[in-house]
Nanobody
C-alpha cells in the first residue's frame, strides 16, 4: 500500500506559478512510476505528466509541454509538479498517482494508488 498526500495548491493569478508536492509513504517509493492528473469542473480527469521510477524519463500531455515540469526525489519520497505561466483553464483539482508499469502511464487504470487531490485555481 502507498499513501499519497498532495499539497501546494491554491489561488494564483494568470501568469503565475505554483509547485505541487506529493508525499508518499508506505511501500518503497523508488519502485513506482508517478503521474499527475487533473480534473476541471464538469470535465473528466485527464493526464498531465508522468515520470519513470528512477527519474530518467518524463512524459507530458502535449498541451502542457514547456509550462509544466514533473520531478521526483526518491530520497524525500516526493514527486513535484512545477507549473508556470498558469492560465485560467488550468483550474482543476490535481491528483498524484503511483503506477508499477510505465507502459500505461497516461491511463488512469494504469495507476494503483491515488492521492486525495489539491485544488488549483487560476484567476484571470
Amino acid at each position: 500500500q502507498v499513501q499519497l498526500v498532495e499539497s501546494g495548491g491554491g489561488l494564483v493569478q494568470a501568469g503565475g506559478s505554483l509547485r505541487l508536492s506529493c508525499a508518499a509513504s508506505g511501500r518503497t517509493f523508488s519502485n513506482y512510476n508517478m503521474g499527475w492528473f487533473r480534473q476541471a469542473p464538469g470535465k473528466e480527469r485527464e493526464f498531465v505528466a508522468a515520470i519513470r521510477r528512477n527519474g530518467d524519463n518524463t512524459y507530458y500531455t502535449d498541451s502542457l509541454k514547456g509550462r509544466f515540469t514533473i520531478s521526483k526525489d526518491n530520497a524525500a519520497n516526493t514527486v513535484y509538479l512545477q507549473m508556470n505561466s498558469l492560465k485560467p483553464e488550468d483550474t482543476a483539482v490535481y491528483y498524484c498517482a503511483a503506477a508499477r508499469n510505465y507502459l500505461f502511464i497516461t491511463r488512469e487504470d494504469g495507476y494503483y494508488y491515488w492521492g486525495q487531490g489539491t485544488q488549483v485555481t487560476v484567476s484571470s
